[in-house]
Structures are given as C-alpha cells and as structure tokens.
C-alpha cells in the first residue's frame, strides 16, 4: 500500500516562512507519511530566500512569475497546474496557508479533484471584502471548502465557528510564524547594518495594494519627518520588489542620509534585523506577528487589521497612513522610554512556539496515523 500524501503549496515569501516548520516537523514522521512541498512561484526569489533558514527547497516548482501578471492571469495558472500535480500525486491532504491568491488557487483545486483541504492560519478576518484587497476575499473563500480549520487564535478559532464551520474541524494551533521567528531569533548573530550602533533603528516594510500611491507617499513623508524630530534615529526600508512601491520610497527617501533603502533581506537577516530594531512600521500581517514575539513595538499603518491581538495586548498600534499620525506614534517610542517599555510585551498573543506540532498531531490523526502524545494546549 502506497505511503499517504500530504501536499503543502506555497507562492510567497510569508507562506514560504509560516509553512516550513510544519513541513520540518511532519519529515519527522516520513516512516509513516510523504510531504511534498510545491511552489507556485508567485514571488519566486523572495520564497527562495524565505527557506534558505529552514534547509527546505520546493519538490516541485510551477515558476509561474511573470511581469506585470494580473491577479486573473496568477489565478488561472496557479490554478492550471496545481490541478495537475494534485491529480499525479493523489494526495490524502493538500495544505495552504493564509490569504494570497496561490492559497486560493491550492483549495479550488483540491475541491475540484475531491481532495481534503487543511487551511494554516483560518478564520482571520476584517469587516469588508475588498480590505485588504485581494487578501480578504480569499481567505473568506478558502474556509468554504476547508476541511481542517488551524486557526492561530482563540479569536480565529471563535470567527469561524460563529460562521457556521463544524467545531470538530476548527483546531486552535497558535500561528507558526512565532515557530519561525523563534527558530531563527536563536542564532546569536546580530545584523550587520545596525551592528556597534547605539543610534535607534527605525524598521520599515510597506507592500499593501492599498497602500499603493498616495498612502504610500505619506508613510515615506512621514518616516522622513520622523528622522528630522529624532536626529539620532535611522532608518532601515526593505523595499518589496514591485515597482510602484519602489518607486515611490526612492523619491522621497532615496537622497536621506539617515535611510538605508535595502533589498528585500533573506528571511534570518529580517529577524535579526527586527531584533536590532527600536520599532517597526508595516503594513505586513506577518510582521505584525513576528516583532511582538522578539518584545519589538509595532506601528500599523493600516486603517484596520484582522490580527488586532497585538494592539489587544498592547504589542501594537493602529496609526494608518496619515502622515501626523505616523510621526506621533513613532516620535513617542523613540523618546518616551516607558512608553516603549510598555509595548514590549513578556509573551506574543499570537503563540507560543508550538503551532507546527499541533498541526502535524491532527494531520496524522486524520490520517489514522500513530502520533506521540499532542503538545500542551494553546
């Protein structure tokens, strides 16, 4: 009898991330199951560096990206050849994780060839479809044909049974984002643009569709405004690969000497260098998770967030992306030490560092499969 298939797709760099310790800790078990791990390419160097940290590299590479490609023409193709490999391998599972469209493509091909699908980080949401766009739509569309709900929080896990999905498939997991920041917080190395300074570092990362623009003409304005208030401050952008984005952030913040316009960093060089951070501004879900793990404040420039446990905990704080708002929030950390203090929280809201083994606990437990002892409850 053939040995049981788990297939985990990704596309991105934070799927690449949030993925990989659960696929780690399933090769634990590969007497008993086979994982494959399949790469769309929709951000396909950034997904590369993503799992340098974790020793992994796709089995199989769809090498979808293309320039300038359009959210139908991803879709489609992501779509089109998921079908294909999930109808050579014939899986037992297929597993996505989040909110990008290679999720969405991953769960409508596993409902179009009857396959179960596990769904890592289920039940975020926001109150309206199109914010952020497209991500709300499809983690909203992905829950309709999930099997298994791996919800990160208890207030995910709440969401999706006050939708209607059976209680029995919604597993509180914690995120395994926290599993990723901390597997690599742990090497001792410090990042090599703020190593010896004593000068606090400003860490900026601002991708959102919505915040393409005007939005992000005024978060690159007000990182500068910042800089002329605290003259001791510096600031770190890793600038995502898309052009608009780009664009924008070296108008404005090109010509700064304090400003370091960087390359997106390999996943281990981003976490030392949020751990060589005074604060964060992102308009990242993921970073959103990471930074409060490693006691860094966040600043959220975004009008709404569908991970609000960090501003519950007081990890975080919405400023959106009014240029006045931005500067306020920020100037406040770097100058009001017991105001920073506060923000660093003793333990993330978002898990505790064990999200990977519960999920491998329930996929092997689906399976039928003989599985040590499930860790301690989140």
Request: proline letters at 7%.
């Amino acid at each position: 009898m053939d040995m049981p298939k788990i297939i985990f797709i990704i596309g991105t760099r934070p799927e690449g991330i949030k993925v990989a310790p659960v696929v780690l800790e399933l090769r634990k078990y590969s007497h008993v199951v086979e994982t494959v791990l399949v790469s769309t390419g929709q951000h396909q160097e950034m997904l590369v560096q993503a799992l340098e940290p974790f020793g992994l590299t796709p089995d199989i590479d769809l090498e979808l990206m293309q320039q300038g490609q359009t959210l139908p023409e991803i879709t489609s193709r992501a779509l089109m050849g998921l079908d294909s490999i999930i109808k050579e391998k014939e899986p037992q599972w297929v597993v996505g994780q989040g909110d990008t469209t290679t999720v969405l493509a991953a769960a409508i091909a596993a409902f179009y060839n009857r396959v179960s699908f596990a769904h890592i980080e289920a039940g975020l949401r926001t109150s309206s479809i199109d914010l952020p766009f497209p991500e709300e739509f499809n983690r909203r569309a992905v829950s309709l044909v999930t099997k298994i709900h791996f919800a990160p929080t208890q207030r995910a896990a709440d969401r999706l049974i006050a939708e209607g999905y059976d209680p029995a498939s919604v597993h509180l997991t914690g995120n395994t984002g926290v599993d990723a920041v901390l597997h690599c917080a742990k090497e001792n190395t410090k990042a090599a643009i703020n190593s010896g300074s004593e000068n606090p570092l400003i860490l900026v990362t601002t991708h959102r569709r919505e915040n393409w623009g005007e939005p992000q003409e005024r978060i690159a304005t007000a990182v500068a405004q910042i800089l002329d208030q605290v003259p001791s401050a510096r600031a770190v952008v890793a600038m995502h690969r898309n052009p608009q984005v780009r664009e924008t952030l070296t108008k404005i913040l090109g010509a700064h000497p304090r400003v370091s316009l960087i390359e997106p960093p390999g996943y281990f060089e981003f976490v030392k260098l949020m751990q060589s951070s005074h604060l964060v501004l992102t308009d990242s879900g993921g970073v959103q998770e990471d930074a409060p793990a490693l006691g860094i404040p966040v600043l959220v420039l975004r009008e709404e967030t569908e991970r609000p446990e960090g501003v519950e905990a007081g990890a975080a704080k919405l400023v959106g992306t009014q240029t006045e708002a931005i500067v306020e929030g920020a100037v406040a950390l770097l100058t009001d030490p017991r105001l920073h203090a506060q923000m660093v929280v003793k333990s993330s809201p978002y898990g505790d560092g064990h999200a990977s083994e519960r999920i491998r606990f329930q996929l092997l437990k689906s399976l039928g499969l003989t599985s040590p002892e499930p860790p301690p409850q989140c």
